[in-house]
Nanobody
Framework: QVHLVDSGGGLVQAGDSLRLSCVVSGRFSSIGAVAWFRQAPGEEREFVSALHWKVGSPYYAPSAKDRFTISRDNAKNTVYLQMNMLKPEDTAVYYC?????????????????WGQGTQVTVSS
C-alpha cells in the first residue's frame, strides 16, 4: 500500500509561483513513479509531470515544460511540484498519484494511489 498526502495549493495571481507537496508513505519498494495530475471543472484529468521513482528522471506535459519542476526530497519522503509563471489556465485541482508500474505512465488510469487533491486558482 502507498499513501499520499498532497498540499500547497492556493489563490495566486498570474505570474506568481506555488510549490505543491506530496508526502509519500507505505511500501516505497513497490512504487514505479509519482506524478502530478490536474483537473479543471468540466475537464478530463490531465497529466502534468511525473518522476520515475528509482531512476529519478522527470517528465513533463508540454503545458508544464519550462515552467514547472518536479523534484524529490528523500529525507522527507516528499515529492514537490514547483510551479512558476502561473497562468489562469493552470487553475485546477492538483492531485499527486503513484503507480507500481515500472514504466513511466502518463494516463491517470495507470495510477492506483491518489492524494486528496489541492486547489490551485490563478487569477488574471
Amino acid at each position: 500500500q502507498v499513501h499520499l498526502v498532497d498540499s500547497g495549493g492556493g489563490l495566486v495571481q498570474a505570474g506568481d509561483s506555488l510549490r505543491l507537496s506530496c508526502v509519500v508513505s507505505g511500501r516505497f519498494s513497490s512504487i514505479g513513479a509519482v506524478a502530478w495530475f490536474r483537473q479543471a471543472p468540466g475537464e478530463e484529468r490531465e497529466f502534468v509531470s511525473a518522476l520515475h521513482w528509482k531512476v529519478g528522471s522527470p517528465y513533463y506535459a508540454p503545458s508544464a515544460k519550462d515552467r514547472f519542476t518536479i523534484s524529490r526530497d528523500n529525507a522527507k519522503n516528499t515529492v514537490y511540484l514547483q510551479m512558476n509563471m502561473l497562468k489562469p489556465e493552470d487553475t485546477a485541482v492538483y492531485y499527486c498519484a503513484a503507480t507500481i508500474d515500472p514504466d513511466l505512465r502518463l494516463n491517470w488510469s495507470d495510477y492506483g494511489y491518489w492524494g486528496q487533491g489541492t486547489q490551485v486558482t490563478v487569477s488574471s
